[in-house]
């Protein structure tokens, strides 16, 4: 029997906007090859997008970073996490990255689909 898995239409519908839920590829500017679990953190993790500063800047929010990541730069670049303030309107945000367009791989309104991009992903299956 063969299984035929197919992403929802609304993944990567249109362009990644503010409040959008992403996974970001292997490309960022941050990785380094030493050091594979900030890659594997990233790739494998689901960030909410909270600011779209310019046409291919994204501002990315990530929960549940792990606390072996703590500043040990032997986990993550030092400074790799930044608290982004935006002043003019009151707000901090933490635990956030800056990601371009090309490095977001997929992204969705609906957390849960990809949550199952995730899962589907880890089985190989796309």
């Known amino acids: 029997m063969i299984t035929k898995f197919k992403l929802y ?3 990567n519908k249109g362009e990644p906007e503010v409040n959008d839920y992403v996974i970001c590829g292997p490309n960022h500017y941050l990785f380094d090859p030493a050091n594979p679990a900030f890659k594997k953190f990233i790739t494998n993790s689901i960030g909410l997008i909270w600011k779209h500063p310019s046409k ?3 501002i990315v929010k990530y929960f ?8 040990d730069s032997a986990y993550i670049p030092s400074n790799a996490f930044f608290q982004y ?8 945000i933490g635990n956030s990255l800056q990601f371009e367009l090309k490095d ?7 957390k849960e689909e990809l949550e199952k991009v995730l899962k589907i ?3 190989r299956l796309i």
């Open 9 to 11: 239409e609304s993944v």
């Open 56 to 58: 291919n800047i994204y």
């Open 64 to 71: 549940d970073i792990p606390e072996s990541f703590g500043n």
């Open 85 to 92: 303030s935006d002043y003019s309107k009151g707000l901090k």
């Open 104 to 110: 977001i791989i997929y992204w969705s309104k609906n």
């Open 121 to 123: 992903r880890n089985y």
